[in-house]
């Protein structure tokens, strides 16, 4: 956005207005604060005194230094290690089935009546209610819980990808053809990279659908994982431990999104400059 | 001698009316021919089966091997750069020098890495001729390059056209609304109305042709006649190199 050439050629007296609302935005995202800051101290208030003891909810600060003692444990990281890689291995089945499925889909109109109907069926279903059959099915080991994140994040991918390709400028696939490409360069010059904006969309929303499918499956059943601390957390009523894990799950889904952000502004560098 | 482009009796209609009624054309190798015509007369649809993007519904069509089309809008890759567009289609001319070369044509060597979402319309429509150029093309077909233009650009990529055609010596059939185009850059101009060649005019005007030349105004008047355009001061000169083709 901030191109420094740009600002260089603006004159002082269009420059200056700029700052000053540049000034005023951070001062905004400070007062933001305020609000969530004071309701922290009101909650550490209210458990300071009793209003809300631990078994309901642990207060920030036992919350803050039950974090610490999990992570110097290593119990946490060790728990988060196994979790990221049932996300890792169900999100990369749906990427790779997701995007197949859309590129047949998509690419071809008998693949679109094969492929596209089921799809859509599925997608009706609220999937989170699959887990019993999963369970029936693969018994409780990885298997479910892998199963459950690949099925949950295959649709937006699918979704998204198959929109895309659709979406596809027709007159770019012509001045294509005008220059010579076969269906396989049309498809790698053309059809992909117009098509990827939209799957990076699905894939965003797809990781943030994962690791709601990764919570719910651990919930159920876990021997490992951060759905196992938070399981034995909950038959002793370590509120705190609960929390800290929570946490850990939306700083993952944060992290996460960030990482397809970043990859997102290299590969789409040429649509902002 | 056999001519580079020829066509017998092609046709090809939408739905019941036909917009290209059995056309007969040729041309030759190195010729500029200029196709006007009113909007929705079949100049598109003529220029889309020559450049083998649309089937005739019938006739004989023969065509070089070596084809580019530019169109209307400059239809680059929005996530290739400049470079990579012009040398899309066409192996190793990055490495061979080609696109450098293409560039050079274009004056567009100082923009090559650009993305082309950041180019200026007639930036974007350069390098788009460039991309056409690089395949080295017997036959450049070009569909209302210049018409989004401002008049300034487009009057500097009528000369450029013209420039590069002589330097690389492609057939050329240019569509264009733009009757003093046509009449400045042809050798040879052709009126589609009601799918037929209403009119053929070859022009032996020398260069560089100025509307303060007589016969080129005349012309200019003329054809402008013929496609429905009545002017204030319309004066009916006889071009003697202008035939009427009775259909
Ligand atoms: N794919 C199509 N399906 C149906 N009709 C079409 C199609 N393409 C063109 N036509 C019709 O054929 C006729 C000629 O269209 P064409 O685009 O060739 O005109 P044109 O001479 O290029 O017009 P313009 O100067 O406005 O570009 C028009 O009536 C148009 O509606
Ligand atoms: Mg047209």
Known sequence: ?273 | MSALVDIQGLSRSFGRSPVLDRIDLRIEAGEFVALLGRSGSGKSTLLRVLAGLDEADAGRVTLPKRRSIVFQEPRLMPWKSVAANIALGVPNARASGAVALALDDVELSHRSEAWPLTLSGGEAQRAALARALVREPELLLLDEPFASLDALTRLRMQGLVRELWRKHQPAVLLVTHDVWEAVTLADRILVLEDGRFRREVHVALNHPRRRTDPHAAALEAELLAELGVEQADHHQHHNPHSERIEP
């Open chain 1, 1 to 273: 956005m901030a191109d420094p050439q740009r600002l260089e050629r603006l004159s002082e007296a269009e420059a200056k207005p700029v700052r000053r609302f540049g000034k005023w935005r951070v001062g905004a995202s400070l007062l933001r604060l305020l609000s969530p800051l004071a309701i922290l101290v009101l909650w550490q208030l209210a458990s300071l005194t009793g209003v809300l003891t631990p078994h309901i909810l642990a207060s920030p600060l036992d919350i803050a230094k039950t974090g610490a003692r999990l992570v110097a444990s290593g119990e946490l990281v060790t728990g988060l290690g196994v979790s990221f890689l049932r996300v890792l291995a169900g999100f990369a089945i749906a990427l790779v089935v997701g995007i197949a499925l859309a590129l047949a889909a998509g690419l071809s109109r008998v693949g679109d009546i094969l492929v596209d109907p089921p799809i859509q069926m599925l997608k009706a279903m609220p999937f989170l209610g699959l887990l019993p059959l999963f369970i029936l099915w693969y018994g409780i080991g990885e298997a479910p819980k892998i199963g459950m994140v690949a099925f949950g994040s295959v649709f937006p991918i699918y979704l998204t990808l198959h929109g895309g390709i659709r979406g596809v400028d027709r007159k770019l696939i012509e001045a294509g053809r005008t220059l010579g490409l076969n269906t396989f360069g049309i498809i790698r010059h053309v059809v992909i990279p117009g098509a990827l904006p939209s799957l990076l969309v699905g894939v965003r929303y797809g990781l943030s659908i994962a690791w709601l499918s990764l919570v719910v499956a651990e919930q159920i059943n876990a021997s490992s994982g951060i759905g196992s601390i938070i399981t034995y957390a909950r038959d002793f009523l370590q509120t705190d431990v609960i929390v800290v894990c929570l946490i850990v799950y939306a700083l993952m889904g944060l992290l996460t999104d960030a990482l397809v952000r970043l990859i997102e502004a290299h590969t789409l560098r040429w649509r902002s400059w």
